[in-house]
């Protein structure tokens, strides 16, 4: 696996309150990944990208959701998630910042 690769694993975070609720309760990340990815490139992509230790990795492919565009109808694309479980002591900041009163 080359590093050039491995940047382009990761497509993005995904920001929900889901995906929040899990990051601050059981240090899980969420993350939308390539549809050919696998469990260790994902691994080793977020250990570089972040530089934090991985636990576990858990891939789910989603099916994309059937629209309607006026008469005719469509279908989102098909995409992979990545549920990353970070080792203890670790955490990754997306660029946040707190807001102090």
């Known amino acids: 696996m080359n590093t050039q690769r491995l940047a382009n694993i990761i497509v993005s975070p995904r920001i929900s309150e889901k995906a929040t609720m899990r990051a601050d309760l059981e240090n899980q990340h969420v993350f939308s990944v390539l549809k050919d990815a696998t469990k260790p490139e994902v691994k080793k992509a ?18 994309g959701k059937l629209t309607r565009i006026g008469r005719t109808f469509g279908k989102r694309k098909d995409w992979k998630k990545a549920y990353v479980r970070l080792q203890e002591g670790f955490d990754i900041n997306y660029g946040e910042e707190e807001v102090t009163k």
């Open 46 to 63: 977020v250990e570089l990208m972040f530089d934090v230790k991985v636990k576990s990795v858990r891939l789910m492919n989603v099916q």
